[in-house]
């Protein structure tokens, strides 16, 4: 009885091993290209530090994993922080502020940022990853919100027509919140119940894709800022704690209360 029990533990533990495996993406050792993709909240409008996208590469960095951003992108909101990463690495993106799903899949030009079609961005970039969230615009600005899904699925079949081996991450909106967005965040509620069924659908086919809900990490009180749209710092950096889970498999590093950033210290400067 008790070597049955030893063994039905051991394939237990074994099968979770297994399992966490599996849904890794990045493996240490290797490099592979992330493109995020998005609206204001993907460029890090509101952060001094580029929004999700520099505390994540600081913890994968940390923790033994690698990744190059590319894209087209790299506006900095603040000029008292670099635009590098703590290694002289560039966080580059497709993140166009006020985007909407048609204009990324499309192009076009809004807050002087002009982007190209995203197939265009794809075939430049050669992204081995792509962090796709948005969806945001179109409810903020009222644009066909019965099809948003349609365009979504547009999006993620774009890039799988670029190619097919792709991996892709679709997040949900993150909330809109105060009462004078309440209207707005319940147009929201069936675009994100809508995405983990789309992305099922793209499993179904044979594509590595996954569901990050980004609406729920950003659940916390203080996670968004002064305008009740774009994620504060904290809600920022739980945003990357959303991403870096679905990208390794593990949980992510706690957020710092004594380090709002989420930042490691400055590297020292050389010796005169």
């Known amino acids: 009885m008790r070597n049955t029990l030893f063994l039905v533990l051991l394939l237990a533990i074994l099968l979770s091993v297994h399992a966490s495996a599996d849904s890794a993406i990045l493996v240490k050792g290797q490099n592979l290209r992330v493109m995020p993709v998005g609206d204001s909240i993907t460029l890090g409008k509101g952060s001094p530090v580029d929004g999700y996208r520099r505390i994540l590469y600081e913890w994968l960095i940390a923790h033994g994993y690698s990744i190059t951003y590319v894209g087209k992108q790299n506006l900095a909101f603040s000029p008292a922080y670099p635009t590098t990463c703590s290694d002289g690495s560039i966080p580059w993106h497709e993140g166009y502020g006020s985007f909407r799903t048609d204009e990324i899949l499309n192009g076009g030009t809004r807050e002087k940022q002009t982007a190209p079609p995203l197939a265009t961005s794809l075939a430049t970039f050669k992204p081995?990853?792509?962090?796709?969230?948005?969806?945001?615009?179109?409810?903020?600005?009222?644009?066909?919100t019965d099809t948003m899904t349609d365009r979504l699925t547009q999006i993620i079949d774009t890039i799988y027509a670029?190619?097919?081996?792709?991996?892709?991450?679709?997040?949900?909106?993150?909330?809109?919140?105060?009462?004078?967005r309440v209207a707005q965040e319940k147009l929201a509620q069936p675009?994100?119940?809508?995405?983990p069924g789309i992305v099922a659908k793209e499993k179904a086919l044979g594509h590595a894709i996954a569901f990050v809900d980004v609406h729920q990490a950003l659940s916390h009180k203080g996670d968004l800022s002064g305008d009740q749209v774009h994620p504060s710092p904290s809600g920022y950096a739980r945003m990357a704690q959303a991403w870096y889970k679905a990208l390794t498999g593990e949980e992510a590093p706690a957020i710092d209360p004594n380090n709002p950033l989420q930042l490691p210290p400055p590297l020292p400067l050389p010796a005169k």
């Open 128 to 144: 081995d990853i792509v962090l796709l969230m948005i969806g945001t615009n179109d409810i903020l600005q009222k644009y066909q």
């Open 191 to 195: 675009y994100n119940a809508a995405i």
């Open 162 to 180: 670029y190619n097919p081996k792709t991996t892709v991450l679709v997040a949900s909106i993150a909330p809109l919140g105060g009462w004078s």
